[in-house]
């Protein structure tokens, strides 16, 4: 089907406030103490291989990866190893977590070495042991999008530098400050998968990244730079896969299995730092902004090291905050205290005044229709709130609340405030429950 | 259902955590905004009399809401001005000579029966102002039909209006200027059709609502008028009489009584306008718009059904 008859994705304008577009990435000093969780991932918790007391360095494996969908855990400064302790994660489940006290000294572990990478398998295996997961926000482990089968099926490599989330330019730095990495790894991936195109789907606010990349790669005709009108949620899978290939990745599918392998432009950069050093993942770049900063930065931190450090390191709060978030405040998710750790996937903290830390106050529904005109995958919100207040499963699976992304242009839009995305993730839990009790009763 | 915790010192919820900054009462306030150049022109050409009616109908909807809540032991509502929403457009449908008795009842009734008895705003599936305007002609039937002189005319007398000439009735048929100024008789605010492209203009402007409803509303009116009669005066005439513009723009695009898709909206505006001209042709009552609007928001849940967007990437199991 030509490009040109598809129909649009609906989205929404949310404001840029990409402050922080401007400023270079700068390296903060080793923090005191670092606590690495080993589930930063989708998947299998990572196992713990190190004891209270064992001396560690950067890069050196602290926990193993506990399965195919798992990955790995390094550690990010040189020091002692305290204690491995259960914490409470942002999603309030809990996780053992090692705790790290840091000697200052930032020593790389001496075993690290390039890995040897001559095919697309040794590339997922190298990525394995690099830790390395989706950096955009997902945290779904890198390898298995690699591990592919019949290489027939990759019919174009799609990367990730959206980044339509408000605040948040950690991806639009690693295309500036590393576009290095971000070209020959995307040399490097297209080598092995020979996709018909590899697409760079970058929204049209962050003409810098766009015309760098697209100076680096006018001479190679299987790289297309393709900026994208800043309409949240361009970044989402699904929604930059149909924007750049013209693809519908089916309910219940893989972007694989309709020939894409899409991957954040982060997470490139990553691996082809891996493959090139050897060093794990153990530094993550995180923008740090929101109104209660003093002075908002890209600062490149240690995995580990607690928001409180990384604010502090920012001149501290200028006002009293009343929310922080890892993440844009579309789909971010809000931090309890300043003793939480950054995560691998965390692309951003922000903290934000008591003003507008204020939720606004819910109203009744006035069938205005925004939701359903602006939900990115055409679903039907009102509907689905009917029948999740009738817990009714069956209508909460005839609506396809499954397929909601909970990217929030809903909530964002409502002028009633409803809790949509809210809603929408319990109506899943519930729609779960009555699959299962429809198993049960089959059988 | 879900609030904000506060875990120590900070608030934790769900995500999003900014939103555009639209609110219902927001959304009321520039309905009302966009709805004030037909109300001035409707005292201009009417008289005082009219900003009365229209003062009276918007005052006693507040009352019936508040008592109402108090009597049901609801939180008060006022506050988020669509009663004063339903007011306006329910005083605006009347003539400027209408009793004040009849308007009050007629506008406890639109409050109170069709959207408080149903669970307030966002749960009634009629029109207030149009079932109650449709409720008033049949129990006030003598004041309704009663027609207040054009004050502004050289001969301030009051003449009947351009529908009730169009189908028979003694009198003149005002020139095409004047109906588009108002000047001519009928309800105080749906004369001025300049006034009431200006609030439409408005809420274009700040996306209250789409062009969809009153384009293809008035779309349907004017051609299917046009085919039956085969002249284009005759057509136009039919678009600027009647309540056809201040229904299109003001009651057919009611966000909780109405279609949400594009597709159901135009769906519901072009069931608007074949009823319209086919109560006004065949009906007893000379105006239809009233009539077609309550008849079309029956068919509101249906049409949502029928127009359903098809969730992206759904596979049937």
Redesign the interface.
Known sequence: MAKSFLKALTGVHVPHRKNTALMEAVRMPAPAEVVIPTVMHIGAPAKPVVKPGQKVKVGELIAESGGFISAPVHASVSGTVKKIEDIVLSNGRMAPAVFIESDGEMAPFEGIAPPKVDTLADLADAVRQSGIVGLGGAGFPTSVKLAIKDIEQAEYFVINGAECEPYITSDTRTMLDYTDYVVRGARRIADYLKPKAVYIGIENNKPKSILALRERFKDDRRVIVKALPPMYPQGGEKVLIYNTTGRIVPEGKLPLDVGVVIMNVTTLANIEMYIETGMPLVEKLVTVDGSAVAEPKNVLVPIGTKVGDVFEFCGGFKEEPGKLLYGGPMMGTAVPDLDAPILKNTNAILAFNRHDSELQKETPCIRCGNCVNHCPMRLNPPAIAKAFNFKDGEKLYKYRVNLCMECGACSFVCPAHQPIVQRHKLAKLMLREWQNSVKEEKE | ????TD??????????????G???R??MLDVIIALLPALIAGCVIFGLRALLVVCVCVASCLVGETLFNLATKRPQTAG?L?AVVTGLILGMNLPASVGIYPAIVGSLFAIVVVKCLFG????NFANPAATARVFMLIAFTETMSSTAAIRIAADAVASPTPLAVLEGAEGKLPSIVDMLLGLRGGAIGETCAVALLLGFLYLLIRRVITLHTPVVYVGVVFLLSWALDGSVTQALYQVLSGGLLIGAIFMATD??TT????LGKCIFALGCGLLTVLIRRLGAYPEGVSFSILLMNLFTGFIDKAS????????KA
Do not use: C
């Open positions: 259902m879900m609030e904000q875990s120590g010192k900070f608030i934790v919820s769900v995500s999003p955590h900014i939103n555009s639209r609110t219902t927001g959304i988020d669509s307030g705003l966002g749960k966000y909780v279609p949400t898709t594009n359903a967007k098809k969730p992206l990437g759904e596979v």
